[in-house]
């Protein structure tokens, strides 16, 4: 079957950096997205990685190996309001996307 | 503002009830989806519906009817509901329903429905 597994649930530190882990194993490969959910509210998109290696934005970066199936997105100057759900999602070889259970992560003071 | 709005963000309904979530994006997209999302699990894909039609229905229950009049509106009808259909329900859009990488897709902020 199908799965993407990311951790529940992850604390850090304002002003910090937080690394949340993504692996996948899908019926082939045709990208992986994170998104973003604040509370509430809808999920917005991330970032995109389709190659292996890291995409950087802003304070925001995304990492893929296609060999290992895994993923990361990391987060730099960690401010408050980056308290939030981190969804990953692979699309697989139908183009249909696979979507994990979310990491919350919690910033505190 | 996300390009994809959703009414309403609240709804309670009894089990008999009969009620409708609309969903309407300005993007220009041509696909469009119904999730769920419930607690702690992963979103689940309900309808997708490209150009009018509909491409795919994930083994949803009949109680479940999705509508799509066009391509910028998408409903889904709701009637003699459960309890365990309580979730948040994302609209969601798309320029081409999966078919390429780096179809991004957009979400509405989605309908909070409790069934009672």
């Known amino acids: 079957g199908q799965n993407i597994d990311q951790p529940t649930e992850m604390t850090a530190t304002e002003g910090a950096i937080v690394q949340i882990n993504c692996t996948y194993q899908?019926?082939?490969?045709?990208?992986l997205f994170w998104y973003q959910q604040h509370a509430g509210e809808a999920p917005t998109f991330l970032s995109y990685n389709v190659l292996d290696g890291l995409e950087e934005k802003g304070r925001f970066s995304s990492f893929l190996s296609r060999s290992k199936g895994y993923s990361y997105l990391l987060l730099k100057e960690l401010q408050m309001k980056d308290s939030a759900s981190y969804l990953c999602?692979?699309?697989?070889?139908?183009?249909?996307?696979?979507w994990g259970a979310g990491t919350k992560l919690i910033i505190k003071p | 503002e996300t390009g994809v709005t959703q009414t309403p963000r609240h709804l309670v309904m009894g089990m008999t009830n009969k009620k409708s979530l609309k969903c309407e994006q300005h993007l220009g997209h041509n696909a469009m989806y119904w999730y769920k999302q419930s607690a702690k699990k992963p979103l689940e894909l309900m309808f997708v519906?490209?150009?009018?039609?509909?491409?795919e229905n994930n083994s949803v229950p009949s109680r479940f009817s999705p509508e799509c009049p066009n391509s910028s509106h998408l409903f889904l009808h709701l009637h003699t509901l459960q309890p365990e259909d309580s979730a948040l329900y994302l609209c969601a859009s798309s320029q081409v329903p999966g078919g390429g990488t780096g179809n991004t897709i957009y979400f509405g902020e989605g309908s909070w429905l409790t069934v009672v």
């Open positions: 899908t019926s082939g490969f045709n990208g």
């Open positions: 519906y490209s150009l009018e039609e509909r491409v």
């Open positions: 999602a692979v699309m697989d070889s139908n183009y249909q996307l696979i």
